[in-house]
Every structure is written in structure tokens, then in C-alpha cells.
């Protein structure tokens, strides 16, 4: 009797092993033939910030050439809020079938060092990095300096009189101004802002010292003698301001900085897509109309694989981890 309910049982262990194997390879061979059809419906990409922002503007020129390429729809929806992680949320919760999409600055990464989430580093995979997004130093017009050195300078003799500006605790532009500070060995208070058009409106009314910003509104400023455009924080001087000094040639070795843009996925999402969406956006990037559209807006195009994309992230975290350490930096 022991040992027929001996062999009963280890027929019951076959089966079960049998047929959770069997489904396994369903699940496997469906998410495969999921791919092959794939898209075969509209592509939906969350840009977690309002419209008209450099992520907004950089998904846009980058989904407009992706959709006749995959000839199929690609519906961009605006969720901001709470530093990008809105949006984030939303797409961490998506299903992984190739259909959500989640565009991204450096914030994305920041977040979790500095907030409490509703959703965790593994719950969204790197696709591609679409664009860099170096910035520059503006500095209010009153502020009676010209240089990056003379700015140095003047934080040192006026300790707790400068002032700089972000459009949220967290973002780039917050760690940016953050490490000029520890770099520069001077004492600025941060003023954190809900987006780029009150920032603008202060640093012009001399309400605010200085911001480390994109090129595209500010620069109109800078050329009416409103504003000033001591630095830029990329290895080499833009292309289409080539007087402005490098952050590095002013006097800061080392300070090469800036944001980016790019693409991620819900985890899970089938790895053929993933490379397909990697490598066509790394081509449409290259084009030379994309290209100039993005030197037009302030950015630079950025081509790659999904692991140098990930590697990017990567270095980027611990880096802002360390400013964020450094800096003693907390948020309510």
C-alpha cells in the first residue's frame, strides 16, 4: 500500500512539473509571437512633465519620426507632479507588453535617493538614451560679476547672499547648483520652483542669483543684456555659442555635467521590442533634421545601446548620491 501511494504520489509531482513546464513555454513562446506582431496597436509614452519642457520637446521630434517608422500611432500623455514620479508610477504599473513607455530625465534617478516611492529601480528597464541636455550658468543682471571666477569670488565675501534657482528639489538643475557650490567652496540657498517659467520671471526681476538652465529661453535674454551666460557645463563649448567657456575653462577642473533624456519600459517588456525601440531611435537620431532640431532647442543628440544606457544611469545615481550626501541635501 506504501508503495502504490508512493508511486500515486510521484505521478501527481510528474504531472504537476509537467504541466507547469508546459505553461511556462506557452507564456514564452505568447510573449515571443507578441513581439514578432508587435506594434499592432497605438504606443502610448508617458513624458511625466508639462507640455512645452525640454523631455516634452525632445520625445515629441524623437516619437514624430518613430511612428511611420513602426507605422503605427504613438500618443504622448502629459502626467507631472512630484518631480517625475507621477508619471513614473503610472508606467511602473503598466502592463509590459511593449505598449507604455516612459520618458525620463536625471530626476527619475535622483528620486529614489531622496523620496519615499511607490515603486522601485526594478520595476522600469532602460530602453535608449535620446539626448543630452547640457546647461548653462545664467546669473541675474545684477549680480556685479562676468565671470565664473569673479561669481567665486563674490559668493565668498557676501557668505549666504546668493541664491539659486530649480524647477523642483531633486531635479538636475537642483544637484547641479548643489555641486557648484561644494566645488566652489560657497554658501547659496536653494529656491526650488513648479517649472521653468517662474524661474525665468525671477532670475530677470533679480529675485534669484542665478540658475543652471538649457539654452533655449534664457539665451534670448542673455542677447538683450538681461541676463548674463558665465559657463557651460558640457566638455566642449556649444556649438552655436562658441564664446561662452566651458565650466572647466573657468576655473572648475573637473565640473562637466548636465541632464539627459531618454526611454524606459515596464520590466518584463519582451526583450526583441526593447531592441527594436533602442535601435531605431538611435537611428532616427542621427538624422540630420533631428539633429538640428535638437541644437535648435539646446540639446544634442545622443545614440547608443540599452546597456551603454543603463551604464549611464548608473554612474549618474551614485554620482548624485554623493553630491546629495555631501550637500546634506533633504526634502519634506
Known sequence: MACASFLQSRRSTLKTLLCATLAATGLAAGAVHA???????????????T???STDIVTRIVMDKLGPRLKQTIIIENRPGANSSVGAGIAAKAEPDGYTFLSILPAYIINFHLYKLGYKPADLTPVAQMADLPLFLFVAE???VKTVAELVEYGLKNPDKLTYASSGNGSSAHLTGADFALQSKITMTHVAYKGSAPILADLLGGRVSMVFDPILVPMQYVKQNRL?????TGKERWPTEPSIPTMEEAGLPGFVTGSWAGLMAPAGTPAPIIERMAREISEIVK???VRQKFLDAGFLPASGTTAQFAE????????YAGIIKQARITVD
Do not use: H
Open 142 to 144: 545684477d549680480i556685479p
Open 51 to 53: 507640455p512645452g519642457g
Open 35 to 49: 513581439a514578432d506582431d508587435w506594434p499592432s496597436k497605438p504606443i502610448k509614452v508617458i513624458v511625466p512633465y
Open 287 to 289: 538624422e540630420p533634421d
Open 228 to 232: 548674463k551666460a558665465l559657463a557651460f
Open 312 to 319: 549611464l544611469m548608473k554612474t549618474d545615481s551614485a554620482r
